[in-house]
């Protein structure tokens, strides 16, 4: 399965930025940003060009300035709006991103080096009833940034501004630029050019799945030995907890993060067979810090979306869903030796079902399931280490391995497989019977960088990135 993208960049605005505060210039209507995805070119409406707002392009100033921002101080903060349109994009999907880059020292001032500077670009719009720019958490590796919009530090990368499709397609968006008072005096007296790049991102239609196909709908999936492969045989920690020394069992875990689980367990093989990171849901950006899970597992046909296009990173996964994602790396089903009060008719009756007769996953005492509750940390830890043929031990760990303030009771159901996900270790089995196997860790290992190694893999697999760049700067 192969999606070719393209990536088309135009320069679009120039800023001066000096001591004073906010002066904002601009058309008296909307400024209109066009990118047409049949010919990769983009055009504009209500805009001006230079320091003189002339409506057409001069020599001297040939890209349109969306807006001009006449002076800054720290603290300042300002938003306005554009228009997005996407014209004759068809079945394709094109993801639209604004961001700035120069190489002047008072822009290094603000920006920094490596997107490292105070100031910041954000992008805030909305679909429908569903608000896009929503706050992202990420309890996996601990951090918990307060987004209230998709923010990029402009060189870092980019602020997304959706998802298009069709032959007309349209949004607002009010972008806002941001210079925090922390910025200090260092910004007093600054001067600096920004450019302010738009960018497209053009997915063409997959031939197979030509749209993303529904978690709840059905067993799906093409795992098994033709599919991807999870590694079971190295014992490492893939869930990170927290600088509090917590590790929140009884929290919920969103999309995002397990998609994040599930690509970090694959096996090498796996993860560099369906390498991907280009994705056609309309709330996954390449900017993402979850973007190249979401692809590869996408790619492998493990994580699907909804029908309105949307994978809805940040929504707490359900047990049904938790166990529909896993079906997807079981060979064949099972004969059903187990019955729950309430998954007649549920859409993933027949996963649930198959899940629970191999022993992963469990009910409740009063013989239902709960399909439709958000499953729990450590409920997914749980069934994680199950899939991965993991069996801790509560005896049997050892001393100097992590703690957790919040997981010290050793007879609370989850406690072994807290540990287990959370400490990478070497193990032995000791077997006590034929079924009845567990480990016996040996000695604790670090914990692994997963930073540094996803930035190996991207290296790794950089030939099989299916991107051309096309930018007005070049």
Known sequence: MKKAIRLVVLLSLVAAVICVPFLVLGAATTPEVIFDAGNDTFSFNNVVYGPERS????????????FQISSA???????????????????KTVKMYVRAENANEGYRALFGEEGEGPATLSATFAE?????ATKIRRLITGEEPDAATYTGYIDEGAAYLGAYSGNNSSKDIDLTFSIPLSAGNEIAGLSAEVDWVFQAEVIEDDNDHPHPRPDHGGSGGNGGSDGPALNKEDH?????????????????????EIATILFRLLTDESRNRYWSTANAFSDVPSTAWYNTAISTLAQAGVVNGYPDGSFKPD???????????????FSASVTATVSFNDIRGHWAEEVILNAASRGYIYGYPNGSF?????????????????VLERKPHKDHLLPDMIHWIDNADKEVWYYADVQEASNSHEYAWITQTVDNGYENWLEILPTRDWAALEQQWKADNADKQSAQVYTSQQ
């Not at 101080?73 to 079945?91: C, H, I, L, Y």
């Not at 709960?370 to 199950?386: D, H, K, Q, V």
């Open 55 to 66: 409506a057409e392009p001069t020599d001297a100033d040939p890209y349109p300035d969306i």
């Open 73 to 91: 101080m720290p603290g300042d903060s300002e938003s306005w709006q554009v228009r997005v349109t996407v014209k004759n994009a068809g079945n």
């Open 128 to 132: 429908g009833d569903r608000s896009v």
């Open 236 to 256: 490492f920690a893939y869930v990170i907890g927290y600088p509090d020394a917590t590790v929140r069992p009884g929290a919920d875990i969103s999309r995002a």
């Open 315 to 329: 929504r707490p996964v359900t047990r049904a869903e938790f166990a529909a994602l896993f079906s997807r790396f």
């Open 370 to 386: 709960g399909p439709n509750r958000p499953i729990t940390r450590a409920e997914a830890m749980a069934l994680t280490n199950r």
